[in-house]
């Protein structure tokens, strides 16, 4: 390529490139004919594409710039500590907002003079965008059994025991140890209380007794949040009040509250169930209707919450992430903060009255614009987690599924663990820091899947965290050794870029205004701005307070100083070209991590081969606030100087050609693993060891219940010679939410959270070249592999005479990965600052038999501790 560009030949024609792949000759010539196809397509290949993509004259204007060029360190530490304080002062403004709110609404109730004569009973309600509340509003209308429901409610950690003549764990697994009560368990534990059968008679000492021991064990050996511990028992009768149990197990301190469930509407031995309840400092509710599930099973809510009422110790409640069904479709997720509003008269002081709550929506997005990507590098990104080790917001959090063509909301989306997406922290290292609120930095080599599962990259990582002051959550922030730890400063001013910004930016492709270098939401005025508009006006001073990024302003002004001249370099090519020259040559397009980006076409818009890339509906392919698109994180990690090649995965069948016919037959099948395609030649290249085979995870998959697997394998086309085009790393499909799409014809099965273990192949580049010949029975397959130069494909030739079947596929199926059920459940959780536990002055004796005031849902996020269940 080098001499037929110093000599100015023409291009090669395509009558003289196909002439360069002879016909099918004899195997002992093969691989020397297979290396010259090789080269004399990857010549032709790099020749082309160097020269409409312009990348050696963008490479001569860096280099003709470097010597006036800054290289900044990134402190990584300094770094997360800024971003931190930035985080807790926008979260602190919110907090402060509540605490008026509240106040107000508490003086409201003071000094509010009850008036008899009106017809509608005085009710406060004190809420101000308190959405948070619909995260738990299905709790309320769960229908269905009785206990199940009550599973719903459980604090966590929770434990539930059936008894009659003697006592067993509903789960063998958890025997004499509290659980977690998240999604899982509780779905779990529902469906186990689900299948229990009555019979025998209840021996409810024995089951009092062993609830107190595990508890005493539990408090004993400093485990949970050390504060709450209660005990529920569920029955349909008892025939004593067991207070010789009481005597010795709870009295005088009772630090176990005992809360009574009697079960029918049998009366009989509701004395009993209810003095268990009152001298327990508990509460006692009978059950004998539906109805009285929904209404009366969270009355130990508003008994645990006494302590904080009375005392007027405000706490403040932040959520976990969560998304409103109404912006579903967006993924905006969600925190809440919010504090209770307490009744400040001294005649109910004793019951600890629960007004309302205040709280304040905090779009999680606005927090991480705080952050922005550009500062961390091509593969930098900045995650939140909360005390509870569950992830706020992270770039390999997925909470939405695709069911038919409907996006929905995964079950367990906002209960992903840190460590399910930061899979490769075994030892939980970076988990244990964050969640108790440390400040430090780790390393670690990672594996990481990209464009959706069907590759990887292999990253050593330098993680820095912290926590932020005030509130229960930990900020990461990730640095890609050789892309995040430098920042590249250019020359280019402000100052300078405002001499002639409109002449300057006007060029740019228009996708540059994905990036965020200009506030523009806060102002009214400044909303009908967007951002090529609201930069164009900071540089020339026209909006005085618009409030703007310098630094990445003045980066994308370098970048475009540097790339001007590739306009003027495609228009003349453009210009230039004709149909006798070298065709199939859409479009080229260049960007940079300020994100600027700049294009033209070769074509008309109308023979496009892929519309929709780089366009705005194209989010992938574009540069966002919080996003590099995947061809630019695919390059920066391949050799300089050489190119990545992509196949679109448009047809979701698989069955796209490309196909070549002159004097042989070329066939270039795409969306398909060679695998799938020819078992025979892929097991036989990872024998060789040119591809290796590494296993993925996948915590937060959905799978169909039941699984079902098919066969992907098809047959080669029935021609002489086939040659394939492999990219360098072949690798499996993100399964996780393309499940619905495999089995449409299953609509009917439900998908569900499940996690998954999936193959990756990866190509070993230190082995440029192979052949080898293949035993099938009755004949033999010769095949040839040579990596083509300056880029990621490989030329394999394969004889597609012989029939080689009796080799299985190499199939790409994910495998659901099965538990022992409580080995994933014992993680650990940071406890709560504040403890209400008991009150002197609390009124013991409100202690059931009506309910006198109703639940708040909003007490569902105290900390309510430790909690044995009981059922008859």
Not at 258 to 271: D, K, N, P
């Amino acid at each position: 390529p080098a001499s037929r560009k110093e000599k100015q030949l023409p291009p090669r024609t395509h009558r003289e490139r196909v002439e360069q792949f002879p016909m099918r000759e004899s195997s002992p010539r093969a691989p020397q004919k297979s290396e010259s196809w090789a080269d004399a397509f990857g010549g032709d290949l790099y020749y082309i594409v160097t020269k409409y993509s312009g990348s050696l004259l963008l490479q001569k204007k860096y280099k003709d710039v470097e010597p006036t060029l800054k290289i900044k360190e990134v402190d990584g530490l300094e770094l997360v500590k800024k971003f931190s304080e930035e985080m807790q002062s926008m979260l602190g403004r919110k907090v402060e907002a509540v605490e008026r709110l509240v106040e107000a609404a508490e003086d409201a109730d003071l000094y509010h003079e009850f008036n008899s004569s009106l017809d509608v009973s005085h009710t406060f309600i004190a809420s101000v965008c308190s959405k948070f509340l619909h995260t738990q509003k299905h709790r309320s209308r769960k229908k269905g059994r009785k206990i199940p429901f009550l599973l719903v409610t459980l604090p966590p950690p929770f434990l539930p025991l059936q008894y009659n003549d003697y006592v067993h764990y509903v789960e063998s697994c958890f025997k004499g140890i509290l659980v977690q009560a998240d999604r899982d368990n509780r779905e779990h534990f529902k469906q186990l209380v689900d299948e229990l059968q009555a019979k025998g008679v209840g021996t409810v000492n024995k089951a009092l007794t062993e609830s107190f021991r595990i508890l005493r064990e539990f408090r004993n050996a400093g485990q949970g949040g050390l504060c709450n511990q209660a005990i529920m028992l569920i029955t349909d009768g008892a025939m004593e009040d067991y207070e010789y149990v009481f005597e010795k197990f709870n009295w005088p301190d009772r630090k176990v509250r005992v809360f009574t469930y009697l079960i029918g509407r049998e009366v009989s031995f509701a004395q009993n169930v209810k003095w268990i309840a009152c001298n327990n400092k508990g509460y006692y509710t009978q059950i004998s209707t539906l109805a009285d599930v929904q209404e009366n099973v969270m009355e130990y809510l508003h008994v645990l919450s006494r302590p904080m009422v009375i005392n007027h110790d405000h706490d403040i409640i932040w959520t976990e992430a969560y998304m409103d069904s109404a912006v579903t479709q967006s993924l905006l997720l969600m925190t809440t903060v919010a504090m209770p509003v307490f009744s400040k008269k001294n005649e109910t002081r004793s019951h600890g009255i629960l007004l309302g709550v205040v709280g304040s929506d905090v779009p999680l997005r606005e927090l991480l614009k705080l952050a922005p990507r550009y500062k961390l590098g091509v593969h930098g990104y900045a995650f939140l987690n909360t005390n509870n080790g569950y992830i706020l917001s992270h770039p390999d959090l997925r909470p939405l599924y695709k069911e038919g063509k409907k996006l929905k909301p995964k079950p367990n989306y906002n209960s992903v663990d840190l460590s399910e997406v930061e899979w490769e922290d075994v030892d939980e290292t970076l988990r244990t820091a964050m969640i108790n609120g440390e400040t430090g930095d780790l390393s670690m080599d990672v594996k990481v899947p990209v464009d959706k599962g069907k590759r990887v990259l292999f990253l050593t990582n330098d993680y820095f965290f912290t926590d932020i002051s005030g509130t229960p959550f930990s900020l990461g922030v990730v640095l890609s050794r050789g892309h995040g730890e430098y920042i590249l400063l250019g020359d280019t001013s402000v100052e300078e870029g405002r001499i002639c910004p409109k002449e300057l930016l006007n060029h740019i492709f228009g996708l540059f205004l994905s990036r965020i270098y200009c506030i523009t939401d806060i102002d009214p005025d400044h909303r009908k701005l967007n951002q090529l508009e609201a930069v164009i006006r900071f540089l020339t001073g026209e909006e005085a307070d618009l409030e703007c990024d310098e630094e990445l302003v003045q980066e994308v002004l370098f970048d475009a100083v540097v790339t001007a001249p590739m306009e003027a370099y495609w228009t003349t090519l453009a210009l230039n070209l004709s149909d006798e020259a070298e065709g199939g040559v859409d479009m080229a397009f260049m960007g940079t991590r300020a994100g600027l980006m700049r294009s033209a076409l070769y074509v008309g818009t109308e023979k496009l081969s892929n519309r929709k890339f780089l366009t705005r509906e194209d989010k992938e392919s574009i540069f966002t606030m919080d996003h590099f698109p995947l061809w630019y994180r695919r390059a920066a990690e391949h050799p300089p100087g050489s190119f990545i090649y992509s196949i679109p995965f448009e047809d979701p069948s698989g069955n796209s050609f490309l196909l070549f016919s002159l004097f042989i037959s070329l066939c270039l099948q795409t969306s398909k693993f060679l695998g799938e395609v020819d078992g025979s030649v892929m097991t036989q290249l990872i024998s060789m060891g040119m591809f290796k085979q590494v296993k993925m995870y996948d915590y937060q998959a959905m799978c169909k219940m039941p699984h079902h697997h098919h066969s992907g394998a098809r047959p080669l086309l029935s021609v002489s010679i086939c040659k394939f085009f492999l990219e360098f790393n072949i690798s499996g499909f993100w399964h996780t939410d393309n499940l619905a799409d495999a089995h449409k014809h299953k609509k009917h099965d439900m998908l569900q959270p499940c996690d998954t273990e999936y193959p990756v192949f990866v190509y070993e580049p230190a082995i440029k070249e192979t052949n080898g010949i293949i035993e099938c029975g009755d004949c033999q397959k010769m095949f040839v592999v040579q990596q083509i130069t300056n880029s990621n494909l490989l030329l394999l030739v394969v004889d597609a005479v012989c029939d080689c079947s009796n080799f299985p596929p190499v199939l790409l199926q994910p495998k659901e990965v099965k538990y022992i059920f409580w080995m994933r459940s014992q993680k650990l959780r940071r406890r709560p600052d504040t403890c209400h536990a008991f009150h002197p002055e609390e009124n013991a004796q409100d202690c059931g038999g009506a309910a006198e005031i109703s639940a708040s849902l909003a007490l569902l996020f105290l900390p309510l501790g430790t909690t044995a269940v009981l059922l008859r």
